[in-house]
């Protein structure tokens, strides 16, 4: 009976055709979102008669590395499992800008294109659609080229500094409603300053561009 023993692969060595094509296709099934991946195998036993992948072990995905749980049979027929580094890279379409976008600058369909890139070198989550991207406005600066990410974008405020507002007050049964101007930027379910012609100030919530709520 053949023992099991898990070995450190600390030699390179040439992974043959049939193996590279066994990881491609498994690296393809466990990352199907994007279009393309190419991969480096950075260490592989230092002489092996056969090697396969074990499947029934959860994919391990860190980054741009995965860590393939592997069995191979030495050259003395004994049977080894280690662990596979595998780097990565992988592409897929993502919209770019281009042109340059300022800090603060609201965002169209006519700034991007789709161009299909190795996201692992993107900083963030990078975006693939442009459906209501006119409702974001751009967090930092982008140069023409640059792809557009989840953390670099925000919503644009549908209320701005000095904005006449409609605020609602209640307090049991009683409901109040007076004019105050908003002191600040907000975005729906936010929480602004606002203040009355006579210099009182409250922290209200924004109800959309013309409605807050007073809560303190």
């Known amino acids: 009976m053949l023992s ?24 393809k099934k466990n990352l199907p979102q994007y279009e393309s991946i190419d991969f480096q195998i950075l ?3 230092e002489a092996y008669k056969k090697i396969e992948i ?9 980054g741009n590395f995965v860590y393939v749980p592997i069995k191979f049979t030495d050259k003395d027929g004994r049977v080894l499992r280690s662990i ?9 379409k993502v919209l770019t800008s281009v042109k340059a976008i300022e800090r603060n600058e609201s965002l169209t369909a006519s700034d991007f294109v789709l161009k299909k890139m190795d996201v692992t070198k993107i900083f963030g989550t990078p975006l693939t659609s442009l459906k209501d991207i006119e409702l974001y406005r751009c967090k930092t600066f982008l140069k023409p080229g640059d792809a557009i990410t989840n953390e670099n974008i925000e919503l644009k405020p549908v209320i701005k500094p ?13 409901t109040i409603t007076f004019e105050v101007f908003s002191r600040q930027e ?8 606002v203040i009355t012609k006579d210099k009182k100030l409250f922290k209200a919530k924004v109800i959309n561009s013309q409605e807050v709520n007073i809560i303190e």
């Open 186 to 193: 907000g975005i729906p379910g936010e929480t602004i300053s």
């Open 4 to 27: 099991i023993i898990f070995a450190i692969l600390t030699f390179f060595f040439t992974p043959n055709n049939s193996f590279k094509n066994e990881l491609d296709g498994y690296l």
């Open 84 to 92: 596979l580094s595998v780097k990565l890279n992988l592409y897929q």
């Open 43 to 45: 260490q592989m036993p």
């Open 54 to 62: 074990i499947k029934n072990v959860d994919f391990n995905f860190n």
């Open 162 to 174: 000095g904005d006449r507002l409609e605020a609602e007050y209640k307090s049991g049964s009683v």
